[in-house]
């Protein structure tokens, strides 16, 4: 096995206040569990979407992972509102394009 762990999406659980994400972080030396928070009024609110919930947990998992050599003191994180902002941001929507235009005219 090569020194990179592997991180696997097991699955959410929902609670009165957070959804708890749950992932499995399989290495050579074995296998942990991590659980990341998002708050049920960030659904409510549209700052995150149910289906995007698994990646952003995924990309705050790596980055502790990365921040302390793939063994971090925490195993329970929370989603701050400024990584869902982040995320919504950096994949948000694109802008529509005109299917119909016309093409540029080239110059042969």
Known sequence: MSDNPIVQ???????????????SVREATGAREFILNIANEAFVSHRARYQDAPAICALRLNAELAAHANHPHESHFAITVSELDSYRQSHGPRPAGRPYARKPQEDF
């Open 9 to 23: 999406y097991v699955g959410f659980k929902v609670t009165s206040l957070v959804r708890e994400y749950t992932f």
